[in-house]
Each structure stands twice: as C-alpha cells, then as structure tokens.
C-alpha cells in the first residue's frame, strides 16, 4: 500500500521470495516490526460509536480497521428452529479500504468472510438463541449484524471476530410483552422504560485466529507483506474456553498434518489470551459508564 | 507471547504538541486561496482573474500538498522497483508521479566494467533487472513531462539485497549532500523517496539469511523510522540516529505504541534542538517543503 500522507508502508524485496527478508525472519521468533511469531500488534476496541444501532463496535488492529453494528428487528422463526431467533451476517468492503476494492471487487471477500461468520456461529452454544424467541413460532429477535472494512491492513479475518464480538456484548434488545387477550388475538408491547433491555451473554462467542505458514514456522497477526509471502493459512475459530469449533485451510499452498495440529494448537493457546484480553477491555469500558469520553472517528 | 487490547485515545493535534501557533488551512483544487493584495504568490497556486493579485513583496503562501509525488532532481539518488522490462530500457517505479526509466546503456555490469551497446548484449541485460527486482540508482536527467532517467553508473548502485524498504512521503526526506549512510549501528540507509536499510548492495543480490543481531538492527530501525513519519519529524541521519538512541532502553515491538512513540520522537527532537539552536535556515541548507533558503517557516526537523 502506499501512502503519502501520515503513514510509511514496507515493502519487501520480490527477488527470490523463498528466501527473503520476511521469510527468515520467524525462524528466530523476530519479524520485521519486532514482533515474535505469536504476538499481536496492539489492538483498540471501541463500543457504542454508531447511534442508531442496537450495538456497535470498531476495532483497530494496526492499519486494519473494522466497524460493526448490529440491528436488532423482529421476525418470524425459522421453519426448524421455532423457538429461537437467529443472526444474519452481512459484510462490505468499502472502496476505501483498498483499490483492489474498488466496483464489484469486493463482494467476493466479503461473501467469503460472511460465509466463514455464519460457520462459527453456527452452533448451539455460541450465543443463546432461545433468549431471542418472543413468542413461539410467531416472533422472535433477529440480530442483522452488518460489518464495514474500513481499512485493510492484514488479518482481517481476526479483526471482524473480535468487533463482531464486541459489538455483540454491546447489544441492548428492548423488552417486550406478549399480551393475549379474550380473543387470542397478540398483541406485542415495548416496554416504556428506555434502559429495560435484554443483554447477550457473548461468553461462549467465538473469535478467530488466523495463523499464517511462512516458510517453516507459522505467525500469528499477518501484515500485508507477511500475508503477501505466506502460502497458506489456517483459520482457526476458538472459543474463550480454548474449544475450537471450526476450522478452515485458506491459500494455495499445502500444510502438512503435523504443521494443522501444531498451529492448531498455537490457535487455541492465542484464542484464549485473545478473549481475556477483550473481556477485560470491555469490562473496563462499561465501567467507566455512559460518561465516558467517546473517541469515535474524529479523535 | 504478548497481547495488548486498549481503549482508542484521542491524539491531540500536532500543532498543539509542538507548541506552535502557525495556522494552517485545508484546501482542494479550484479553491480561492485569497482576494488580500498583500501576498505574494507562491508554489501550487495560479492567478485566475482578481483572485490572486501579485504585487509588492509581503507575506508568502505556500500550498503544500496532503500526499506529495516524489520530484525527482539530477543527482538525486533513489530507489526504485523494476515494473517493466522494455526493448532498450527497464521501466522504474520511483512513488513519482510517472514511471523513471533506466537505460541499458549505462549499467555496471558484474566485474565493474562498463559495457558498450550491441543487440547480444541487449538480450543478455534482461538476464540482470527482473520485474519486481529493487535497485538504488541516480538521476541522469529530468525530462519535460517530469519522467526521469537514471543510471547505475558506479558500483555502489545496483541490485539492493536482503534488508527493509519503508516508502515514507517525499517531503519528509531531506535532500542531503551524502546519501549512503553507515550508521554506528551497522546498517546503511539510504534515503531517498523510499528508504532502505540493507546488509549488502551490489549488482548480484545478496540472499544469504540475516543474522539475528543484524535483524534486530534493521526492526529497530524500521520502526523509528516509522514513528518519525507518523508524528511528520523529517528524515535524515541525525534525526534517526538520534531516534534510534533514545529508543534503545525499549523493546522493538514496543516502539510502535502511541505513547512510546510520542515520547522517543520528542526526545528526538529536544536533541536536535538542542543540537542546532533556534530559528532561522542554518547556512547551505534549505527548506525542505518549498526549497528556499530563505525560507521564514523553515524548520530542521518539523514538515508542515
């Protein structure tokens, strides 16, 4: 990427690509911002930043940049699951984040990340769905989660999950009451009060990790460059309890059974630092109260 | 390993770290700059009508650009990658506003000698440059539609090898006499349009795996140049070697946080003030942004 303004961009030297600067650099756990194989680059979660929403969150994850919100509307259940809501994922690569964006070019990346959404959350412990049934078979919540690339600056993958995640902790759904009367005739009264909301518990919410094959070892929290020299990843989605509940090999290149199991491994040992540090910051964060200094996107 | 997870902190505006009460103003193309006659004109702006009056000397405007293309200069040294290999050229990418162009003739070929032009030799010269293939270079001339055409005539030009390239804005670079730096630390820079800190040069790459120490140098290095450019100090020797003292006491990936960033960059620039006294363009330098020596918002170390 190149940029003229505030930012300095890396690039690596093309000659020999199995051989480069990157590449020998996680052979001795020091790549070329520093970092060691399994360390994050400094992560800013922020809550409640878009008001009309029922939950929303931005993540900046280096030059990534990841906005979610999330709309709660009601509907009718599901045919095979008419007790419970459900969740609806959409996302969409804004021009901005990239050229490569630009037009029609970012709908496939986005109908695959929408798609690998919709895998990790697809489980019965991931959120409780029954807390988002009104009435059986007739209404029920429906959590339309949209997610906006702002800015691609590598491991997107990673980033979506924890906004996603946060934006989830942030949801207020209104209460409501389901009055019958003589008739059976439902009527479906919002409760008067502003602040009498149902909260999800996100606990068992899964976050991805992403790990990166470069050369013989594998690195977590790619740049572009690294993303760029890697030829193949595993995306690894992991719950706060270390449990795995989806897996899935992306790029060309090919892993080695025993090169699955070890990153497999690294994914869980990382997913569960991941979750206590985002716990920690979203507790921290509601915390401090609805008199907290908002950052949003001019700060 | 490490994880750190925060809360976003509002920056101040770097006006108001600096301590400076310049004003600036933001303007796009078409925009009106002023109706004042007490202006001179200056770089970046045109005369349409009543606009912009010239008339006796007063204060001076100058329009600096967001995202600055690299004008190149004679004798300019720079680094490029190869984009394009063309019958009797290679096409060169220099982050300038259109594609440099280095000629077959003038290469240094392996063995130092300086070969003369036949139609074998043409065919054997896309052997050395491939696309993608990154090399330092100097400016021969400008053309008029601002291409410019380089030469590797010297043996410290040629094919860069293993090391880091940090494409920072052009204006943040200053133009300096000595452009190969060796710093106390072991690694060289050359700044150009885009910075590089590398282990070897020469004509034939240099692929043998880095040390660790090296390594480490080259990351050190990588991210002071890159908290310099967030927090827009400009770039030469001093300045990053300064930097790269004050940083030393930290661990390298911790460079990148904000306010260690902050902290190593003010330092940065406490020294070089302390260095180079105050005010005024010190004696055979000029302004970076606008290249006059006697220029009165001319700073050693802030590009505005």
């Known amino acids: 990427m190149r940029d003229g303004g505030r930012k300095a961009s890396v690039s690596m030297g093309e000659v020999g690509k199995r051989h480069s600067y990157i590449v020998m650099g996680p052979l001795e756990d020091l790549r070329v911002d520093g970092r060691g194989c399994e360390d994050y680059r400094c992560v800013e979660v922020e809550t409640d930043v878009v008001s009309n929403t029922s939950g929303s969150a931005r993540v900046k994850l280096g030059h990534t940049d990841i906005l979610v919100g999330v709309k709660a509307e009601m509907g009718t259940p599901k045919l095979e699951k008419p007790n419970e809501g459900y969740l609806e994922f959409f996302v969409d690569c804004s021009a901005n984040a990239t050229p490569e ?9 986005g109908t695959e990340i929408a798609n690998t959404l919709y895998r990790i959350f697809n489980n019965k412990s991931s959120v409780d769905l029954k807390t988002l049934c ?13 997610v906006l690339l702002l800015e691609c600056g590598g491991n997107l993958f990673d980033a979506i999950s924890i906004a996603v995640k946060a934006a989830l902790f942030n949801t207020s759904i209104p209460r409501v009451r389901v009055l019958e009367d003589e008739e059976g005739s439902k009527d479906i009264e919002l409760s008067d009060d502003p602040y009498d909301c149902i909260r999800l518990s996100v606990e068992n919410v899964p976050c991805i990790v992403t790990l990166c094959k470069i050369g013989y070892r594998h690195v977590v929290d790619a740049t572009l460059q690294e993303e760029a020299c890697s030829l193949a990843s595993l995306l690894v989605s992991v719950t706060s309890k270390g449990v795995v509940t989806c897996m899935r090999k992306v790029g060309k290149g090919s892993l080695d059974p025993e090169s699955i199991f070890e990153m497999m491994e690294t994914g869980k040992r990382v997913g569960k630092v991941l979750h206590a540090s985002l716990q920690s910051v979203l507790h921290k964060e509601e915390s401090l109260g609805p008199k907290r200094q908002k950052v949003g996107f001019l700060g | 390993m490490a994880m750190e997870m925060r809360l976003p902190v509002a920056c101040k505006p770097l006006s108001e770290r600096l301590g400076q009460d310049t004003k600036k103003h933001l303007v796009v193309p078409g925009d009106t700059i002023t109706m004042d006659t007490g202006f001179m004109q200056g770089h970046g702006m045109h005369m349409e009508e009543e606009k912009l009056i010239v008339s006796v000397a007063g204060s001076l405007i100058c329009v600096k650009a967001l995202k600055p293309r690299y004008i190149g200069e004679a004798g300019d040294i720079v680094v490029g990658r190869i984009t394009e290999v063309q019958q009797k050229r290679w096409k060169v990418e220099t982050n300038s506003g259109l594609d440099s162009v280095l000629l077959f003739s003038p290469m240094n070929l392996p063995g130092g000698e300086l070969k003369r032009r036949s139609t074998e030799d043409e065919l054997a010269m896309t052997g050395f440059l491939q696309e993608g293939d990154l090399i330092g270079a100097e400016v021969q001339a400008v053309f008029s539609d601002g291409a410019v055409s380089l030469h590797t005539r010297s043996l410290k030009y040629g094919k860069l090898g293993q090391g880091v390239l940090v494409q920072v804005s052009p204006s943040l670079v200053k133009r300096q006499k000595i452009h190969f730096h060796d710093l106390p630390c072991g690694a060289s820079i050359y700044p150009t349009p885009e910075h590089k800190e590398e282990e070897a040069g020469g004509f034939t790459a240099n692929l043998e795996p880095v040390s660790l120490a090296d390594g480490e140098v080259i990351s050190w290095l990588r991210n002071c140049i890159i908290s310099l450019v967030t927090q827009r100090t400009m770039l030469y020797d001093t300045s990053i ?42 004696e055979g330098q000029d302004c970076g942004p606008c290249r006059s020596e006697d220029c009165d918002v001319w700073s050693p170390y802030v590009a505005q």
């Open chain 1, 134 to 146: 009104i009435s059986p078979r007739e209404h029920c919540w429906v959590l339309y989660v949209d």
């Open chain 2, 241 to 282: 070697l300064y930097c790269y003292e004050a940083s030393l006491p930290r661990q390298i990936k911790d460079i990148l946080k904000p306010e260690i960033m902050e902290e190593i960059v003010m330092e940065t620039r406490q020294r070089l003030l302390e260095q180079e006294g105050e005010g005024g363009t010190p």
């Open chain 1, 101 to 109: 964006f630009e037009g029609r070019g970012g709908d496939d990346l």
